[in-house]
């Protein structure tokens, strides 16, 4: 699958964790994802066709059901290669048969658990059913595959026949290694080779006896075959060319059966692969409370309510709870606001919903509407060029800026996290105004995050905050531990994203948050002395 | 079953084994850590035993191996592989020759001896001495092979199986008392350092593969050092084969010495004779 993000970009927008967190379960599902490709600009009928039907999959399909589903898949095992041999005019081989027949038991009971009800239009082949009657001749109870005398009345004779000549060869050969044993004194000697010790014969090798090899105190034998153990193994070895030959000829006609049908269950193996690339999302939609994006054409977002799953998926692992966020969004905008107050999230979810929608997915919204894009971007924090340690940080964001600018076409999803944060003030804000310019005029769609002042203004740009820090609870005693220091910053944040104008200064509780994350008093008091 | 050496007759006691199973009516599963089964080995071209197995046995082997006649009953095809293709198990239903493989690990070897194994079915496992981690703790039994093949004396070859038996035999670690704990394998160069340090701790491995020695130089360590494991192995018996392709050991007193030697049963299964406790 090509992506239209980069693996920085996965990791920053969470796109890497929703492809984890979509991966199918099957070796078909697998192979689906792998002709996959993600929705782009121009694809807006076909994104919205795929997301109402893993909308309508996840309503219409309870879990149990998908589930299920999936793991009748997962069971399945390819017959691709079989189909192919068998087309060709091969003879397949009982592995062959028993595999066919699993994919075919897995074929069916995905095709029961669609008939009832659900997704009737969806395309799974009914193909098999004949083979599968057919085949069901070689099944057990246990589910397991042999060459049944039922496929053909005469694998039954020449078994039969086989079994009396393999009977009356064991009859003959047991006949002589008695006499060898009789002869020789013991209650038996082995059935193959065997040690005959020279003090314990008062004669020669007893007659029947081959001696395959002497050494100083006994002879290496074998039991030699009489003119009646010969033939009866002439025979037995005749009735099991006869058994071989009648297994071939029905190996050969099954086969052929395969054959008539390899086209549709071929193309079984990719609708199964498809449903379950289906299954997968609408388990997701559920499991997430997923809804309908709206995908417009034009260079606009908006969404109410939208989480970004993988923070909170971890702030549910620490008992706490996701603050949803709204934006409402034409090209590009600027998001101010203090440390820790969901500048970058509200970036990381603009992104994980413009991935969810380019994988084809419903959104974690109560409502969106999210367009297509040829290229998605983090700019800034974590998107750094990979360099050796031969480049600084404001270095690496540079050359990965460069890449972007150089690659990317008209209209990319840009998300600029606190670009040139780690230069001087003044040129870092004239570059990051530079790029926003550079970056409308390529009519891109996107938010840009800084602490600078009067970046909006300058670039003509909306401007949005974001977090606002309310009265921390009050507090006496030593700092907190970490995780609960976190909790009651968090019960303080006003994380909710907020038009304001154009120029406004963006909100500072720098010292408040360090004040609350346990710094030194001394030091944010000598902080405090210092702004006056 | 493990063998001192190749050509030590392990497959020729896996098939008396299984003859006997099929005398005593007792249906059982066969598996193997290499190639067992073809008519010649396939590394030294030297003849092999192949196996002739009766109706119920059940086998794992790799597909590419599953003979087109007699069919047989495919049970499963398992996840793990071999260089032959994934390894199918599957059930004999007509009396017939079949050659088996198995996978490279010790830990698919498990697996497949598991899936064998179920419903307390009785399985055989040919086996090498450094995949003893197919075996399940202290459940399993080992008989050891050893025979002419495996040494230039039938004083060598006691010596040697002696030596492997005493390591299979690691005896479990007290967890009351002092110890040192190797991590991974105990080399002979570590041995030697804790017989110079003169180290009275037990000295603990996971297991008796996990000594990297064996022959008399393990003879010597364990008689200067508290060698133990945490995980106890139960060898029940020795084998021999005193014909080998160059040299052949006299079959009772090679018998003989090999029982007294390792205090276990030992089967010559060409003589059909047995030494030592169970000969009694």
Same mark, same amino acid.
């Given at each position: ?292 994006? /709206? ?67 419903? &959104? ?5 509407? &999210? ?10 924090? $974590? ?5 050796? $340690? ?7 964001? &540079? ?16 998300? &600029? ?63 907190? /531990? ?51 | ?280």
């Amino acid at each position: 699958m090509t992506l239209p993000w980069d693996a920085a970009t996965g990791d920053a927008i969470g796109a890497t964790w929703l492809l984890a967190a979509i991966a199918p379960g099957g070796a078909f599902g697998r192979q689906a994802r792998e002709r996959e490709r993600t929705f782009r600009r121009g694809d807006e009928a076909r994104a919205r066709e795929r997301i109402a039907l893993v909308d309508r999959a996840a309503r219409e399909l309870d879990d149990a059901r998908l589930g299920a589903l999936r793991a009748a898949i997962a069971a399945a095992p390819d017959p691709r290669a079989a189909l192919l041999r068998a087309s060709a005019g091969g003879v397949l081989g009982d592995v062959d048969f028993f595999e066919l027949s699993r994919f075919l038991d897995s074929l069916g009971e995905v095709a029961a658990l669609l008939a009832e009800g659900a997704l009737p239009d969806l395309d799974v082949p009914a193909g098999g059913a004949a083979l599968r009657a057919t085949l069901a001749a070689g099944r057990t109870p246990a589910r397991t595959f042999y060459l049944d005398d039922g496929f053909d009345p005469a694998l039954a004779a020449v078994r039969s026949a086989f079994a009396a000549a393999q009977a009356a060869y064991d009859a003959a050969r047991n006949r002589l290694v008695e006499r060898v044993a009789r002869q020789v004194g013991v209650d038996r000697v082995r059935d193959g080779e065997f040690v005959l010790m020279r003090d314990a014969l008062s004669g020669p090798v007893p007659a029947g006896v081959r001696v395959l090899r002497e050494a100083p105190t006994y002879f290496l034998c074998e039991i030699a075959l009489d003119e009646a153990a010969v033939a009866a193994l002439a025979a037995r070895d005749a009735a099991a060319a006869r058994v071989a030959d009648a297994e071939e000829a029905v190996r050969a006609e099954l086969s052929a059966r395969v054959a008539e049908e390899a086209v549709e269950l071929a193309r079984a193996c990719d609708v199964l692969g498809e449903l379950d690339a289906l299954c997968t999302r609408a388990q997701f939609a559920r499991r997430y409370a997923c809804t309908l994006p /709206a995908i417009p054409l034009e260079s606009r977002v908006s969404f109410t309510d939208a989480r970004y799953l993988p923070l909170e998926e971890t702030l549910g692992r620490h008992g706490r709870a996701y603050s949803p966020v709204s934006l409402e969004l034409a090209g590009m905008g600027v998001v101010t606001g203090p440390n820790m107050g969901g500048k970058t999230a509200a970036l990381r979810t603009l992104g994980f919903l413009a991935a969810c929608v380019a994988l084809g997915l419903p &959104v974690p919204a109560a409502a969106a509407g &999210v367009p297509l894009f040829d290229d998605i971007a983090w700019i800034g924090i $974590g998107a750094e060029a990979a360099d050796d $340690g031969l480049l600084s940080a404001f270095g690496g964001e &540079v050359v990965a800026l460069r890449g972007f600018l150089e690659r990317t076409g008209p209209r990319p999803l840009a998300l &600029v996290d606190e670009f040139a944060r780690t230069t001087s003030p003044r040129e870092g804000r004239a570059l990051l105004i530079a790029l926003l310019e550079a970056l409308r005029e390529r009519g891109a769609l996107g938010l840009a995050s800084t602490h600078l002042a009067g970046i909006a203004a300058a670039a003509g740009l909306p401007h949005f905050t974001s977090g606002g820090l309310r009265a921390l609870e009050a507090r006496d005693g030593p700092p907190l /531990a970490l995780e609960a220091a976190l909790a009651r910053i968090a019960r303080a944040m006003d994380y909710r994203l907020t038009r304001v104008a154009e120029e406004a200064v963006p909100a500072a509780d720098a010292l408040a948050l360090a004040e609350a994350l346990g710094l030194a008093h001394d030091v944010i008091e000598r902080a405090r002395a210092e702004l006056g | 079953m493990v063998g001192t050496s190749k050509n030590a007759g392990k497959s020729v006691v896996i098939r008396a084994l299984a003859e006997a199973l099929w005398r005593a009516g007792e249906a059982f599963g066969l598996c193997t850590i290499g190639r067992d089964g073809e008519a010649a080995d396939a590394l030294d071209g030297t003849p092999k035993p192949r196996f002739f197995l009766r109706p119920g046995t059940l086998l794992a082997t790799p597909t590419s191996l599953v003979p087109r006649s007699p069919a047989l009953e495919i049970v499963a095809v398992t996840p793990e592989r071999s260089a032959l293709g994934p390894i199918v198990l599957a059930r004999v239903r007509a009396p017939g020759f079949v050659e088996i493989a198995g996978p490279p690990s010790s830990v698919a070897l498990r697996r497949i001896a598991a899936a064998l194994g179920e419903d307390g079915r009785f399985t055989l496992i040919d086996g090498a001495v450094d995949r003893i981690a197919a075996l399940r703790d202290g459940d399993d039994a080992i008989v050891v092979a050893t025979g002419a093949a495996s040494a230039p004396t039938l004083g060598h070859a006691v010596d040697d199986v002696g030596a492997l038996v005493a390591r299979l035999r690691l005896p479990a670690y007290d967890a009351a008392r002092p110890c040192v704990r190797v991590a991974g394998a105990l080399t002979a160069a570590a041995a030697a350092s804790f017989v110079r340090a003169d180290e009275r701790r037990q000295i603990v491995v996971r297991d008796a593969t996990h000594v990297a020695f064996g022959g008399r130089a393990f003879t010597d360590v364990a008689a200067r050092l508290d060698l133990r494991c945490e995980r106890a192995l139960r060898p029940v018996a020795c084998t021999v084969a005193p014909l080998g392709i160059d040299r052949a050991f006299e079959p009772r007193a090679f018998a003989r010495a090999v029982a007294e030697r390792t205090g276990l049963p030992t089967f010559d299964v060409y003589a059909g004779t047995v030494a030592g406790p169970a000969a009694a």
